[in-house]
């Protein structure tokens, strides 16, 4: 839906939100972009392996892990960290890139997803911005929420949605 949200906003529309009639090519659109996303993950999925490769074996043994350990786990989590960044601002480039072609493969072209990214920082920067404190306030009203059926079933999965789409 936002891929298609995205097209009509590109195409100018007057009303941008799409219809949701076209069930098929709405899961289509998102199962590419979430597979090119993926692909883009891969260094912070192999990172975070790499991390628990290191300190798993010994913390399961119930031994305190080496120094090396330790120290190894802390870079990898900072290139976690770092790669995560920039995977946030690399992930808007990657919806307009392909609402813009409709194809897999242009997803691809680094140079390109970079330019976009590099074009729409501040915007890029600012939606990240705005996300994060949205996403705050809608859990944390869910949380507070809680007690009722209203803020795990209506409160967040709404908010979210909302987020998303906004």
Same mark, same amino acid.
């Given at each position: 839906?936002?891929?298609?949200?995205?097209?009509?906003?590109?195409?100018?529309?007057?009303?941008?939100?799409?219809?949701?009639?076209?069930?098929?090519?709405?899961?289509?659109?998102?199962?590419?972009?979430?597979?090119?996303?993926?692909?883009?993950?891969?260094?912070?999925?192999?990172? #975070?392996?790499?991390?628990?490769?290191?300190?798993?074996?010994?913390?399961?043994?119930?031994?305190?892990?080496?120094?090396?350990?330790?120290?190894?786990?802390?870079?990898?989590?900072?290139?976690?960290?770092?790669?995560?960044?920039?995977?946030?601002?690399?992930?808007?480039?990657?919806?307009?890139?392909?609402?813009?072609?409709?194809?897999?493969?242009?997803?691809?072209?680094?140079?390109?997803?970079?330019?976009?990214?590099?074009?729409?920082?501040?915007?890029?920067?600012?939606?990240?911005?705005?996300?994060?404190?949205?996403?705050?306030?809608?859990?944390?009203?869910?949380?507070?929420?809680?007690?009722?059926?209203?803020?795990?079933?209506?409160?967040?999965?709404?908010? #979210?949605?909302?987020?998303?789409?906004?």
């Amino acid at each position: 839906y936002q891929i298609a949200l995205i097209r009509n906003v590109i195409n100018g529309e007057e009303r941008p939100l799409p219809e949701w009639t076209d069930w098929g090519q709405l899961f289509i659109d998102g199962v590419i972009v979430a597979v090119s996303v993926l692909v883009y993950a891969i260094p912070i999925i192999l990172f #975070t392996i790499s991390s628990l490769a290191l300190i798993l074996p010994a913390s399961l043994e119930g031994n305190d892990p080496g120094g090396g350990a330790i120290a190894g786990t802390a870079v990898l989590s900072c290139l976690v960290v770092l790669f995560a960044i920039a995977l946030a601002f690399i992930t808007p480039a990657l919806f307009i890139q392909y609402a813009r072609t409709g194809e897999f493969g242009p997803l691809f072209k680094v140079g390109e997803i970079f330019a976009i990214a590099r074009h729409n920082f501040v915007d890029i920067l600012l939606v990240i911005v705005v996300m994060a404190v949205a996403s705050f306030v809608v859990n944390l009203v869910g949380s507070i929420s809680v007690i009722t059926i209203c803020g795990p079933l209506v409160v967040i999965p709404a908010g #979210t949605a909302w987020i998303m789409y906004a």
